[in-house]
């Protein structure tokens, strides 16, 4: 595909000036090109960026920096300083490769200077560069001054080989530091992303120009080239708030033809409330409601009765109960002789609900478990029981969506940690009302609450109810940080919540990149800790890889208390419900983000014993310290939620797959929550004027609309 190849010119950091703004007309096909068909960037290189998510031009482009590095100061040799970082600029005059006395440590050494001076500047563990550097080179060099030993020596943190016509992308100006991988280093993006952003100068902004003017935006084009290579700060915020601007933007647009779509459609079965059942139900309880519960009940059960269908949120930290409000509102269908249904996002999950469901509900309904796990004649035996409504509450994965599962009368929906599933697929479930052709009520869950305000609008249509604190009586989950030298007082510690009589998570180190690797890290400390720590007791694992009715085992066998340590990969993560467990302990904790290690906490303190959560790290850093600080400091999702941004200064809670399906790259909900109010306001001020986004001037936006919600909405502007 030769003549397929982009006018970009990749050579190590090197390109050409900042293009001037072309007249080229915008071309799809160019941003979905794919990267390794740009001339320069080799096979390999483009796998490895693949493995980032990066595989088209428009990924690229869209790969923002995280942060900045200010390089601005660059130094003549004689104004370094003493242990301060800076930039300088010199010719080399030798080099030489050797390995330190002591520790055997490779160490590259470099005579440069410049008209006032010369160091040694030096590098460890880059061995190649005593090849590459060759005398009479002309370097920048970002690094510190620290004399060794009598010598002036620059250790480098970063290094750019200069010639005439070369931008600086790497030690001068603002550097760009991009979210890297192992495979991808920053120095690597920096690179390629110098090469490719030339051809942002073509891309089409989806904002209409009377919006760009009123709200003093850059174009997209600027925006995005300054995002990339700001010339400073100043430009870079600019860049960065509209950028931020427009995700909200086409999120909150999105929404609001979600909204107006729904509204359109058929109404409900008003459900009358069934006093003697709901009364069964609940006096069949082993508990109390708490008066959190009764109240979210309460709203579910107000919408229940109306011919409007219910579109409501019941948000609520894990272990706060949401699932007993859930079955309670599920009943009011089976009353009226029509049938309630609950989507989980995982099989583990959904049947635990069944499980659930069983002890709860008992008698009162039949309940229906629909997997992709069973056989075929299983599966057509309960699609019979589904269509005749003989199954009044069916409880299912991604398999309730299927084309071939029809329903007899579908009156109320609850789909489970909501956040897992995208938008068309939890609406689907909706079209599937059957006979009564009216729509059912539905309630989404979410273990991730956030404040009332911003979760009307980022739910854009829904109604939100709040489940705040978990049932009284329980003591928050004590958490510990256990260092690596007092390993041993963790398992005696964890033997003796066993001799109680109590059960044990051990979950093993999130490896992203395999899950098989995982799986096998699982079952090696399984084996270890069968035949070590926990030899008096019953061990097993539960991994992925295994065979579903293995998994389905195990999990029955850890829920009665036969097998007591259950080692783990993060297949425990969500809605697993064992209270006779108190200990949770994570292996290579710094290696999970905030989110996740709160949602495995939630798997103890279920019960009415205090519970624990023992981390385990090695991971000296300062950011790994401080956040799992975070979790030590508070139990409450929220807080950790804001934290986690802090920290981190994005946010896996509010990240993407909160908002539904709409990705957003930079802007976080709760950092940018003024943006996200006044998108809000943009966005129903276009839809007023134009509810279907069909002017000519607003087609750019529908068009970017459809491609944030990656097609889910493209009926939308069509229905
Ligand atoms: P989540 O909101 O995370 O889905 P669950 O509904 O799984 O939480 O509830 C967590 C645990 O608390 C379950 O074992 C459940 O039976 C129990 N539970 C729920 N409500 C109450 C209550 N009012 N009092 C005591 N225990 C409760
Ligand atoms: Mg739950």
């Known amino acids: 595909m030769s003549e397929a190849r982009l006018p970009v010119a990749f050579a190590g950091g090197r390109s050409q000036k900042r293009p001037q703004p072309t007249r080229l007309s915008f071309d799809p096909a160019l941003f979905a090109r794919p990267v390794a068909e740009i001339s320069g960037v080799a096979r390999q290189t483009a796998r490895r960026l693949a493995s980032l998510g990066l595989v088209t031009v428009a990924d690229l482009i869209a790969h923002y920096p995280r942060r900045y590095e200010d390089y601005r100061d660059r130094k003549r040799i004689t104004e370094l300083k003493v242990g301060e970082e800076a930039t300088v600029r010199?010719?080399?005059?030798?080099?030489?490769?050797?390995?330190?006395?002591?520790?055997?440590?490779?160490?590259?050494?470099?005579?440069?200077?410049?008209?006032?001076?010369?160091?040694?500047?030096?590098?460890?563990?880059?061995?190649?560069?005593?090849?590459?550097?060759?005398?009479?080179?002309?370097?920048?060099?970002?690094?510190?001054?620290?004399?060794?030993?009598?010598?002036?020596?620059?250790?480098?943190?970063?290094?750019?080989?200069?010639?005439?016509?070369?931008?600086?992308?790497?030690?001068?100006?603002?550097?760009?530091?991009?979210?890297?991988?192992?495979?991808?280093?920053?120095?690597?993006?920096r690179t390629v992303l110098h090469g490719v952003l030339p051809l942002s100068r073509r891309l089409p902004d989806p904002l209409p120009a009377r919006l760009r003017v009123s709200e003093r935006l850059p174009s997209k084009a600027d925006a995005v080239t300054a995002v990339h290579q700001p010339r400073s700060p100043d430009e870079a915020r600019e860049a960065r708030a509209r950028l931020v601007l427009e995700e909200l933007l086409l999120m909150q647009v999105g929404l609001l033809l979600h909204r107006a779509r729904e509204r359109r459609r058929a109404k409900a079965p008003?459900?009358?409330?069934?006093?003697?059942?709901?009364?069964?139900?609940?006096?069949?309880?082993?508990?109390?409601?708490?008066?959190?519960?009764?109240?979210?009940?309460?709203?579910?059960?107000?919408?229940?009765?109306?011919?409007?269908?219910?579109?409501?949120?019941?948000?609520?930290?894990?272990g706060s109960g949401k699932t007993v409000v859930a079955f309670a509102a599920l009943l009011r269908a089976v009353g009226e002789g029509r049938q309630g249904a609950i989507m989980a996002p995982t099989e583990t999950l959904a049947e635990q609900h069944a499980q659930t469901a069983a002890e709860r509900i008992g008698t009162l309904a039949t309940a229906e478990l629909l997997t992709a796990r069973l056989s075929t004649s299983q599966r057509r035996a309960a699609l019979q029981r589904i269509a005749t409504g003989e199954a009044q509450i069916v409880i299912g994965t991604h398999a309730l969506l299927q084309g071939?599962?029809?329903?007899?009368?579908?009156?109320?929906?609850?789909?489970?940690?909501?956040?897992?599933?995208?938008?068309?697929?939890?609406?689907?479930?909706?079209?599937?009302?059957?006979?009564?052709?009216?729509?059912?009520?539905?309630?989404?869950?979410?273990?991730?609450?956030?404040?009332?305000?911003?979760?009307?609008?980022v739910y854009g249509d829904l109604d939100v109810s709040t489940i705040a604190a978990g049932p009284q009586g329980r003591s928050p989950v004590v958490t510990r940080l256990v260092d690596e030298s007092r390993r041993a007082d963790g398992y005696e510690f964890v033997r003796k919540q066993l001799d109680r009589g109590r059960q044990v998570y051990v979950v093993c180190p999130a490896i992203e990149e395999s899950e098989s690797i995982q799986a096998a890290t699982?079952?090696?400390?399984?084996?270890?800790?069968?035949?070590?720590?926990?030899?008096?007791?019953?061990?097993?694992?539960?991994?992925?890889?295994?065979?579903?009715?293995?998994?389905?085992?195990?999990?029955?066998?850890?829920?009665?208390?036969?097998?007591?340590?259950?080692?783990?990969?993060?297949?425990?993560?969500?809605?697993?419900?064992?209270?006779?467990?108190?200990?949770?302990?994570?292996?290579?904790?710094?290696r999970f983000g905030l989110a996740q290690l709160h949602q495995l906490r939630g798997r103890v303190g279920r019960g009415e014993a205090r519970s624990y959560c023992l981390l385990f790290s090695q991971a000296e850093g300062p950011s790994a310290q401080a956040r799992l600080a975070a979790l030590l400091e508070t139990t409450d999702g929220f807080a950790l939620a804001d934290r986690d941004l802090e920290l981190r200064g994005e946010g896996q809670l509010f990240g993407s797959r909160q908002a539904g399906a709409v990705d957003l790259k930079l802007a976080r909900l709760a950092r940018?929550?003024?943006?996200?109010?006044?998108?809000?306001?943009?966005?129903?001020?276009?839809?007023?004027?134009?509810?279907?986004?069909?002017?000519?001037?607003?087609?750019?936006?529908?068009?970017?609309?459809?491609?944030?919600?990656?097609?889910?909405?493209?009926?939308?502007l069509k229905a």
């Open 404 to 457: 071939d599962v029809a329903f007899h009368d579908l009156a109320v929906v609850v789909v489970d940690e909501q956040h897992r599933f995208g938008v068309s697929a939890r609406d689907r479930l909706a079209r599937k009302a059957g006979a009564s052709r009216k729509a059912p009520h539905m309630l989404y869950m979410t273990a991730t609450p956030i404040p009332r305000t911003l979760a009307l609008t």
């Open 672 to 716: 940018d929550r003024e943006a996200l109010l006044r998108a809000r306001t943009l966005a129903a001020a276009l839809l007023q004027d134009d509810p279907r986004l069909a002017k000519p001037v607003n087609r750019p936006l529908a068009g970017a609309v459809e491609a944030a919600f990656g097609g889910e909405l493209a009926w939308l």
């Open 90 to 189: 010199g010719t080399v005059r030798s080099v030489v490769s050797e390995r330190t006395m002591r520790k055997r440590v490779a160490v590259v050494r470099a005579a440069v200077s410049d008209d006032t001076g010369t160091i040694e500047a030096c590098w460890y563990n880059q061995l190649y560069l005593g090849k590459l550097l060759v005398e009479g080179m002309i370097l920048s060099l970002r690094g510190s001054y620290r004399p060794q030993r009598g010598r002036a020596t620059f250790v480098v943190k970063s290094h750019e080989i200069l010639d005439e016509e070369s931008d600086l992308v790497h030690t001068e100006g603002f550097v760009p530091v991009y979210p890297a991988s192992e495979q991808v280093s920053a120095r690597l993006l």
């Open 270 to 318: 008003a459900l009358a409330q069934q006093a003697a059942l709901r009364e069964r139900f609940v006096s069949g309880l082993p508990f109390a409601l708490t008066q959190e519960q009764l109240e979210a009940l309460a709203e579910i059960d107000a919408d229940l009765g109306h011919s409007d269908p219910m579109r409501r949120l019941l948000q609520g930290d894990v």
């Open 522 to 590: 699982a079952v090696a400390e399984a084996e270890r800790l069968a035949g070590g720590e926990f030899r008096d007791y019953r061990v097993a694992v539960l991994h992925g890889q295994l065979k579903p009715a293995r998994r389905e085992q195990t999990m029955a066998a850890f829920k009665a208390g036969d097998v007591r340590v259950l080692v783990a990969t993060t297949l425990v993560e969500v809605g697993i419900d064992v209270p006779n467990a108190t200990v949770m302990m994570v292996e290579g904790a710094d």
